[in-house]
């Protein structure tokens, strides 16, 4: 089975600007989260997603914001861009009866210039 | 307090030695823990998942988990160097939804020839 995959992998932006990142979730996971890992905050939560419906939201401001489509594929957008967005992103799949379990995909590594 | 705490490492080990990686949570309703490896400029890899208090053993590596001390254990027997990474340990909230997982900010394991 396939897993997680995520595009693009490497992304440079500038100040200002805004970005959307993919997710395609393992066959037949209808669960994505939404993570940011930061060298100093470490792996953040942004977001889960479930049957296009947002469940839950860590706290980050309103620049940062997801949507899930019907086939459970998701993306995030980040509006704005500020230096300190430059992260790793990373999405994680899960099966609707075990949302806890996460697969991660590779990540959407982000630099802000 | 922070919600899931590690110690941050280095962890130096002796190939064939036994590592044993340590955290800690505060939330007193989490259900689930799991521990995932992350190579360097990689993504995290869930490695273990553990529910009920006691050993959970997975080929050379066991997890251990009690609840009334709110601790988490990994232990890597006969390591490798093949095993040098971080390991996050992950922790769900007890509150809201279950895809929201809590890291720690990783234990960095140097496993020498």
């Known amino acids: 089975k396939a897993g997680v995959t995520q595009t693009p992998r490497y992304l440079i932006k500038t100040r200002g600007q805004q970005v959307t990142l993919s997710c395609s979730p393992i066959s037949g996971h209808r669960s994505v989260s939404w993570y940011q890992q930061t060298p100093g905050q470490g792996l953040q939560f942004l977001f889960e997603y479930f049957s296009e419906t947002q469940r839950n939201k860590g706290n980050f401001p309103g620049r940062f914001s997801g949507r899930q489509f019907s086939n459970s594929r998701s993306e995030m957008n980040v509006s704005t861009l500020e230096l300190g967005d430059s992260a790793l992103y990373l999405c994680?799949?899960?099966?609707?009866?075990?949302?806890?379990?996460?697969?991660f995909g590779p990540g959407t590594r982000l630099t802000v210039l | 307090q922070k919600e899931v705490e590690q110690n941050s490492g280095p962890l130096s080990v002796p190939e064939g030695a036994i590592a044993s990686l340590n955290c800690t949570y505060s939330?007193?309703?989490?259900?689930?823990f799991f521990w995932y490896r992350q190579y360097s400029g990689k993504s995290p890899e869930l490695i273990m998942s553990i529910y009920s208090n006691g050993d959970k053993e997975d080929g050379r590596f066991t997890a251990q988990l009690n609840k009334a001390s709110q601790y988490v254990s990994l232990l890597i027997r006969d390591s490798q160097p093949s095993d040098s990474a971080t390991y996050l340990c992950?922790?769900?909230?007890?509150?809201?939804?279950?895809?929201?997982?809590?890291f720690g900010k990783g234990t960095k394991l140097s496993v020498k020839p």
């Open positions: 992950a922790v769900n909230r007890s509150r809201g939804s279950q895809g929201n997982l809590i």
């Open positions: 939330d007193r309703g989490s259900q689930s």
């Open positions: 994680a799949s899960s099966t609707s009866t075990r949302v806890d379990t996460q697969y």
